[in-house]
């Protein structure tokens, strides 16, 4: 069985500070790993994910995540972070034997102050 | 391409109505999810389908909940009688599961209120 845990549910930090937002997952399989953000009242979108090409996965808008298979953690970071960043972020995992949808983790809110 | 289109938007209905929420996947998709998205549950998936065919129901809260797909370009869910407690955003997705790495793309939502 797959699952997400991310580990803070809300992270504050100032603008053009770093941004660290921390998920460790389980899959019974080789797993698909995902960083969706929703802004508020929007919907889902992707930011990036794992492909298993490259262990340093960049996505958009300057973020970029780091798949530990020793660690099972797949954090998301960025150097320096925007007031436009401020949403909601989901860290997923999809298997591709198995459940084939998606798992979210429970979100990190992500507020940036001025 | 649109992407995935969901109406309405926003649904505020009666206790004990029936409810119908309608999906629009990606042309080409052969999945199609169905998630709701409350405070208290955070991100659930309801049902998802396999070339318009049901796979896993087993997030589908009781038999007031159910959903179909008749056809690759449309789905519907629909709560008879609908509850208080079903008050969500409710999201459908789809996917085409060429390889592993496949992701969901998602619809903007439809926000029900059930008073």
């Known amino acids: 069985a797959q699952s997400v845990t991310q580990l803070d549910s809300h992270v504050s930090v100032s603008e053009g500070t770093p941004v660290l937002l921390r998920c460790n997952y389980s899959?019974?399989?080789?797993?698909?790993l995902f960083w969706y953000v929703q802004h508020p009242n929007k919907g889902l979108q992707l930011l990036l994910k794992?492909?298993?090409?490259?262990?340093l996965v960049k996505g958009i808008n300057g973020f970029e995540a780091e798949f530990k298979k020793s660690e099972t953690s797949f954090h998301l970071t960025k150097p320096s972070a925007h007031m436009s960043d401020a949403a909601e972020y989901f860290c997923?995992?999809?298997?591709?034997?198995?459940?084939?949808?998606?798992?979210f983790g429970s979100g990190t809110r992500l507020q940036v102050q001025p | 391409d649109a992407g995935v289109i969901q109406s309405p938007r926003h649904e505020v209905t009666e206790m004990g109505q029936e409810v119908t929420l309608r999906c629009k996947p990606i042309s080409g998709h052969d999945y199609l999810f169905w998630y709701r998205q409350t405070m208290m549950r955070g991100l659930e998936l309801l049902i998802y389908f396999n070339n318009n065919v049901p796979i896993d129901d087993s997030g589908m809260p009781e038999d007031r909940f159910s959903a179909k797909m008749p056809n690759a370009s449309f789905s519907t869910l629909k709560i008879q009688p609908s509850e208080p407690r079903d008050s969500a955003v409710y999201f459908c997705?789809?996917?085409?599961?060429?390889?592993?790495?496949?992701?969901?793309?998602f619809g903007q939502g439809t926000r029900l209120t059930v008073v």
């Open positions: 899959s019974s399989y080789s797993p698909s």
């Open positions: 997923v995992v999809s298997e591709l034997t198995g459940r084939r949808a998606l798992t």
């Open positions: 794992y492909t298993s090409a490259a262990t």
């Open positions: 997705a789809s996917s085409l599961a060429r390889s592993m790495n496949t992701e969901a793309f």
